[in-house]
Nanobody
Framework: QVQLVESGGGLVQAGGSLRLSCVVS????????MGWFRQAPGKERDFVAG????????YYADSVKGRFTISSVNAKNTVYLQMNSLKPEDTAVYSCARKPPGSGPPYQQTGYDDWGQGTQVTVSS
């Protein structure tokens, strides 16, 4: 089991940028991949981006491809989500999650288990 703590959310105007961080503690050896998800009010939680723990392969939802970048720094046990060209429809609570070994590739939305508490991102028009 791992503990995940997100930070970096806030209020930004459309077209602006934010960088979210997810600090991981606990059994990091049990991590195969990390993912970012988001949930807007009244909507289901959606996959945003995923990356294997070595940081060599990243995957994105079509809605954020070309605007968001996921990265991991193992030495810091931290996963980042750089969000550029933000749009009002990006407004949501963003959460990071862990995928243990044997639970499928990072882009597969199932298999993520431990979750952070989330950080609010609000994009004004």
């Amino acid at each position: 089991q791992v503990q995940l703590v997100e930070s970096g959310g806030g209020l930004v105007q459309a077209g602006g940028s934010l960088r979210l961080s997810c600090v991981v503690s606990g059994r990091t050896a049990s991590i195969a991949a990390m993912g970012w998800f988001r949930q807007a009010p009244g909507k289901e939680r959606d996959f945003v981006a995923g990356i294997n723990w070595s940081g060599t392969a990243a995957y994105y939802a079509d809605s954020v491809k070309g605007r968001f970048t996921i990265s991991s720094v193992n030495a810091k046990n931290t996963v980042y989500l750089q969000m550029n060209s933000l749009k009002p429809e990006d407004t949501a609570v963003y959460s990071c999650a862990r995928k243990p070994p044997g639970s499928g590739p990072p882009y597969q939305q199932t298999g993520y288990d431990d979750w952070g508490q989330g950080t609010q991102v609000t994009v004004s028009s």
